[in-house]
Structure formats: structure tokens, C-alpha cells
T-cell receptor, first 114, second 112 residues
Framework: KAGVTQTPRYLIKTRGQQVTLSCSPI?????VSWYQQTPGQGLQFLFE???????NKGNFPGRFSGRQFSNSRSEMNVSTLELGDSALYLC?????????????FGPGTRLTVL | QQPVQSPQAVILREGEDAVINCSSS?????VHWYRQKHGEAPVFLMI?????EQKGHEKISASFNEKKQQSSLYLTASQLSYSGTYFC?????????????FGQGTTLQVKP
């Protein structure tokens, strides 16, 4: 079974621009969660999508948004980029999106904002 | 609400043992352990559930103390490949949610 894939792997943007990141979960998985990882803040939960619906949201500004498609692929968008948005963005998929389900991480998208 | 991991860092020689702890101030329903090597994605190690069920790698052992709201990961006879940063992710409530809150990580370095 193919793992979680994320595209692109690396991105360089300038302040004020917007960016869209993509995540394809493991086949059959219906839940996709997004995390931001930075050296200072560690792994922080952004949001979770299940069956095309946002089910949970972390403590991030409205500039961070996402969506999920009928095939469970998910995208996240960051508008009006700030320097502090530079981070590794990870998505994780799980089958049923339960607290008890194993989440499998993708390789991440490294975003650099200049 | 973020769980606290201890120690923050540990250095071992090959063959030595280590214990990494994860403590929460809130009642836990599940604890998920991951290892991340530099520049790579976190890799699933083990999940421990309220009630005692465990799922994960055969060579990794862990415990979950529901009363103390604490989990410990035991790394025995460490190998060079064990080096990396270990994260615990905590799940609260038995509801339908994939949200995990992660600790700040424990960096493990195994030397020959």
C-alpha cells in the first residue's frame, strides 16, 4: 500500500503571497489531519478533515484554511504569508479518524517565506 | 494542554537502555508514540489506549498509567538506528477525532 504523499516537497514564497499544499492519504483512509512543525513550537495541530468536513480546528488564524475532496485528498491554503509561517507542514491520515486510530504521516512540505 | 515529555534529551551508548516519559494534566484516552529522524516524517511506533490495549512494533515497549495520566516508552538494548526525536501525541476523549496534541519531543542520540 502506498503511503501518505505530499506535494510539493519544498516551496519558497515571499511575504504576502499565498500557497496551497496537497496531501494524498493512504488508500481507504478517510481522515486527514494537518500539523505545523517548527523548531520553537514543535508539532502543532492545524485542522482535521473527515468525509469532506472539517471536524477539528487548532489555534491558528483564519489565514490557514483547508478542504477535503471526495477521494479524501486534502489541500491546505495559507493566505497573506508571514515570515513566521516558515515551517514543515505535515499531514497524517487515518482510517476512521478516531482517537484510537493510528495516524500515518507524509514526508511533509518545507515552506520557506522570505 | 500540551503533554510534557522528559527528559528533553538523552545520550546513550549502544546497548544501553532509556525511558522517555509523557505526562498530561488532562485525562488521556490514547497516547501515540512517534520517532522522527532529521529531515524525515515522524514514523509511528506505538499506540496505547485507555483500557490497556496496545498496537505497535514488537521491539518497542511502552506503558500507560491512566491514573497518573502518564505514558512511558522503553528503549532497551539501544541501537544506532534508535537515534532521533521521539514525540508523544495525546488523544483526549473517545469521540470521533483525529486531533492529537504533541509533546515538545525528546532527542535521543545513540553513540557507538
Amino acid at each position: 500500500k502506498a503511503g501518505v504523499t505530499q506535494t510539493p516537497r519544498y516551496l519558497i514564497k515571499t511575504r504576502g503571497q499565498q500557497v496551497t499544499l496537497s496531501c494524498s492519504p493512504i488508500s481507504g483512509h478517510r481522515s486527514v489531519s494537518w500539523y505545523q512543525q517548527t523548531p520553537g513550537q514543535g508539532l502543532q495541530f492545524l485542522f482535521e478533515y473527515f468525509s469532506e468536513t472539517q471536524r477539528n480546528k487548532g489555534n491558528f488564524p483564519g489565514r490557514f484554511s483547508g478542504r477535503q475532496f471526495s477521494n479524501s485528498r486534502s489541500e491546505m491554503n495559507v493566505s497573506t504569508l508571514e515570515l513566521g509561517d516558515s515551517a514543515l507542514y505535515l499531514c497524517a491520515s487515518s482510517g476512521g479518524g478516531l482517537t484510537t486510530d493510528t495516524q500515518y504521516f507524509g514526508p511533509g512540505t518545507r515552506l520557506t517565506v522570505l | 494542554q500540551q503533554p510534557v515529555q522528559s527528559p528533553q534529551a538523552v545520550i546513550l551508548r549502544e546497548g544501553e537502555d532509556a525511558v522517555i516519559n509523557c505526562s498530561s494534566s488532562k485525562a488521556l484516552y490514547s497516547v501515540h508514540w512517534y520517532r522522527q529522524k532529521h529531515g524525515e516524517a515522524p514514523v509511528f511506533l506505538m499506540i496505547l489506549l485507555k483500557g490497556g490495549e496496545q498496537k505497535g512494533h514488537e521491539k518497542i515497549s511502552a506503558s500507560f498509567n491512566e491514573k497518573k495520566q502518564q505514558s512511558s516508552l522503553y528503549l532497551t538494548a539501544s541501537q544506532l538506528s534508535y537515534s532521533g526525536t521521539y514525540f508523544c501525541g495525546t488523544g483526549y476523549g473517545s469521540g470521533n477525532t483525529g486531533k492529537l496534541i504533541f509533546g515538545q519531543g525528546t532527542t535521543l542520540q545513540v553513540k557507538p
